[in-house]
């Protein structure tokens, strides 16, 4: 197994399995009570269709990250696992 430090993430190109740009990578959200990522959190490319069939987040693409399948210089996703748009996951800052 590859560790990847969580800083060399961001900014990477989010691509989709059949090479649709869907945007750059901003920040994760990660499960509070297991430690998990659950969501990509994405500045949206705005020419990508799949990108409107995205949950949003106070205008970013929100990713589950149960669709990633590679991180490498770019993240690839499986397009058939996008969303099609509902609801946000709640968010909490504090």
Do not use: W
Request: proline share 3%; glycine share 12%.
């Amino acid at each position: 197994m590859k560790l990847v430090i969580a800083k060399q993430l961001g900014g990477k190109n989010v691509v989709s399995s059949d090479g649709e740009e869907l945007g750059k990578l901003v920040d994760l959200y990660i499960e509070e009570g297991t430690g998990k990522i659950s969501y990509l959190m994405i500045d949206p490319n705005s020419d990508s269709v799949t990108v409107r069939q995205l949950k949003m987040d106070d205008g970013l693409g929100l990713i589950p990250y149960s669709a990633v399948l590679a991180i490498r210089d770019f993240i690839i996703v499986d397009r058939r696992a996008l969303g099609s748009g509902g609801n946000a996951p709640t968010i909490f800052e504090e």
